[in-house]
């Protein structure tokens, strides 16, 4: 059980509705009302996990999808409208679905919260962007000429 709500802020700065993970298992939630999402592939998104976490940030709640090896930041909701692209990284914002797993639910090849309870729900966009595409540039650079 949950026991502590999660907050989400709209982009005007004002307080938007309390929400949590639903506890009914995994859901489908509509990106642009409780969350957008960043995803990344796993191996990238751990890079930009450590690197964020050396910077001082907080770990925010992260979905970890096992089975297709990717990583997805939940982010506030519409900001993602207006990202500039970055090679291996996909934004879902408004028409988009995301994969919600249950609280606590931390183990398994299907989505799963890599560290649950979570201080906060959502991750702020910009230093999250920053480092995933200062890891794609350092991972781009380290690839042979020969083999790009």
């Given at each position: 059980?949950?026991?502590?709500?999660?907050?989400?802020?709209?982009?005007?700065?004002?307080?938007?509705?309390?929400?949590?993970p639903?506890?009914?298992?995994?859901?489908?939630l509509?990106?642009?009302?409780?969350?957008?999402?960043?995803?990344?592939?796993?191996?990238l998104?751990?890079?930009?996990?450590?690197?964020?976490?050396?910077?001082?940030?907080?770990?925010?709640?992260?979905?970890?999808d096992?089975?297709?090896?990717?990583?997805?930041?939940?982010?506030?909701?519409?900001?993602?409208?207006?990202?500039?692209?970055?090679?291996g990284?996909?934004?879902?914002?408004?028409?988009?679905?995301?994969?919600?797993?249950?609280?606590?639910?931390?183990?398994?090849?299907?989505?799963?919260?890599?560290?649950?309870?979570?201080?906060?729900?959502?991750?702020?966009?910009?230093?999250?962007?920053?480092?995933?595409?200062?890891?794609?540039?350092?991972?781009?650079?380290?690839?042979?000429?020969?083999?790009?």
């Amino acid at each position: 059980m949950l026991t502590t709500a999660l907050c989400h802020h709209a982009l005007d700065g004002q307080p938007a509705q309390l929400w949590v993970p639903p506890e009914a298992g995994y859901q489908f939630l509509p990106a642009g009302i409780h969350c957008d999402a960043v995803r990344a592939l796993s191996d990238l998104g751990d890079r930009a996990r450590r690197l964020l976490a050396d910077e001082g940030e907080e770990e925010p709640a992260i979905i970890r999808d096992h089975y297709t090896h990717y990583l997805y930041w939940l982010v506030p909701p519409r900001c993602t409208e207006g990202w500039t692209p970055i090679d291996g990284v996909t934004v879902y914002g408004g028409g988009c679905d995301v994969e919600i797993p249950p609280p606590g639910r931390t183990h398994g090849l299907a989505p799963v919260w890599p560290t649950w309870p979570c201080a906060r729900l959502h991750t702020k966009l910009e230093p999250t962007r920053d480092v995933l595409r200062e890891v794609i540039e350092d991972t781009r650079q380290s690839i042979p000429e020969a083999r790009r």
